[in-house]
């Protein structure tokens, strides 16, 4: 079962910057698409950003489009959610997951059930 390590979060302000990233052990991430999500108290996990296995293809939601950028390292291992100008309702843990199904492509629905494979999370806060 590969595993997936998210480190990076914590308490900024709103306009600051974190970037995330995402770790995988026991599996080669290259063969992955690699989604972040992202879940606040009392709401439903919602898909933020997705890319493909050769980086060729990302998406974002609407939220954070302009704001937020993915990447890659196959070498690493790593996946990176870099965040720029933070909002207060950006506050949320956030989520890598990865699935091997998706070819060239993210998934099509960007939903938390086209991710088999996800990591414990990391605490996102945005306040000042």
């Known amino acids: 079962q590969p595993q997936l390590v998210e480190s990076g979060g914590g308490l900024v302000q709103p306009g600051g910057s974190l970037r995330l990233s995402c770790a995988a052990s026991?599996?080669?991430?290259?063969?992955?698409?690699i989604g972040w999500f992202r879940q606040a108290p009392g709401k439903e996990r919602e898909g933020v950003s997705c890319?493909?296995?050769?980086?060729?293809?990302?998406d974002y939601a609407d939220s954070v489009k302009g704001r937020f950028t993915i990447s890659r390292d196959n070498a690493k291992n790593t996946v990176y959610l870099q965040m720029n100008s933070l909002k207060p309702e950006d506050t949320a843990v956030y989520y890598c997951a990865a699935d091997p199904r998706y070819g060239s492509n993210c998934p099509p629905t960007g939903t938390r059930a086209d991710f088999g494979s996800w990591g414990q999370g990391t605490q996102v806060t945005v306040s000042s």
């Open positions: 890319i493909s296995i050769s980086g060729g293809r990302t």
């Open positions: 026991g599996f080669s991430m290259e063969y992955y698409a």
